[in-house]
């Protein structure tokens, strides 16, 4: 079974572009996929709860024991970061709609398969995925701030808070309480622990299955939105590039070790965009802009992580030879 687990986050970018592909020709091709736009957050909801499922309980608390790194965390994320995507938000077109879209996207840090993407590129997953509960709780009080800060008041009203609570309950809250009775009931129980296990086969299919069920509701509804799409791509990817170099410079002032520094470029790098993708649809005229500009970054975004598990897991090699 564990290597079953194994060769899917081996072979994770290439299966997410395979549901991609799919779910745009499905749209080309077959009428009504638009439909599947119900099904969103439920495919959020369990490829949620399969993420948090892999947190153990026991390394919530040592991530709170890590402050050096937290600290680097939080300062990447929600300083750095909102500078850095302060300083390239003019490279995007300038409508108000196709910059609330890139700033929902950049300003939230991923908390699902940024964490595989991690272990692929020799960071402190564990350490990473141990936080994931301070990056969730973080983005939902920082990001109608920043929204409110880099757009004015009149764009930041487009975001209601109603989607945003109605999101953390059954996308966040639900999916880690559910996590949470899984792993007291594997503790205790043999059954509950293989069907535990069987589980923890799932965090890269049901990513698949949220990017298949996206595009193809998605795609049909593009129509004009396809121009905004190709407007935004010099911004993501001079985020791209930026982003993972941020996070290491500050994981270097804090003087973490290799692994996490690595954890952290990860993290700067690595947007949130299939939890925010419900949040988007909730603003009134979101269709077709919003989750074109979205699921863009997403795709960018998975080409940058074939380079960064490369890249990244370089980072600090040449001054541990050097220590040699």
Avoid: K
Avoid at 94 to 123: M, S
Avoid at 193 to 202: E, M, P, S, V
């Amino acid at each position: 079974m564990q290597q079953l687990r194994d060769t899917l986050e081996q072979r994770q970018v290439a299966i997410y572009f395979t549901a991609v592909a799919v779910a745009a020709l499905a749209a080309l091709v077959v009428p009504g996929t638009v439909a599947l736009e119900a099904l969103v957050n439920p495919a959020l909801a369990l490829m949620l709860f399969v993420t948090f499922l892999q947190v153990p309980l026991a390394e919530l608390g040592r991530a709170f024991t890590q402050g050096h790194f937290i600290g680097a965390l939080l300062v990447t994320n929600f300083v750095v970061i909102p500078l850095l995507v302060a300083i390239l938000l003019p490279l995007a077109p300038d409508q108000p709609l196709v910059q609330l879209g890139v700033l929902l996207v950049l300003l939230a840090p991923c908390i699902d398969y940024v964490v595989t993407f991690a272990h692929l590129g020799r960071a402190d997953a564990r350490l990473l995925l141990a936080a994931t509960p301070v990056l969730l709780l973080a983005q939902m009080a920082l990001l109608p701030l920043y929204l409110r800060l880099l757009l004015g008041d009149a764009a930041a009203a487009l975001v209601q808070p109603g989607p945003f609570i109605d999101a953390f309950i059954w996308l966040i809250a639900a999916p880690l309480a559910l996590a949470a009775l899984v792993q007291f009931a594997a503790a205790r129980n043999p059954s509950a622990a293989r069907a535990g296990a069987l589980l923890g086969l799932l965090p890269v299919p049901a990513t698949a299955l949220v990017l298949l069920v996206v595009v193809a509701s998605v795609v049909p509804q593009l129509g004009q939105a396809r121009a905004a799409a190709l407007g935004v791509l010099p911004l993501y990817a001079a985020f791209a590039l930026l982003a993972p170099l941020a996070g290491w410079l500050v994981a270097r002032l804090f003087r973490l070790a290799a692994p996490a520094g690595r954890a952290v470029a990860f993290s700067g790098a690595t947007r949130n965009s299939l939890v925010v993708l419900p949040l988007a649809l909730a603003v009134p005229g979101a269709l077709p802009l919003l989750p074109a500009v979205i699921v863009t970054q997403t795709l960018v975004e998975l080409l940058a992580e074939l380079v960064y598990v490369r890249v990244i897991a370089r980072f600090g090699s040449a001054a541990r030879q050097a220590g040699a």
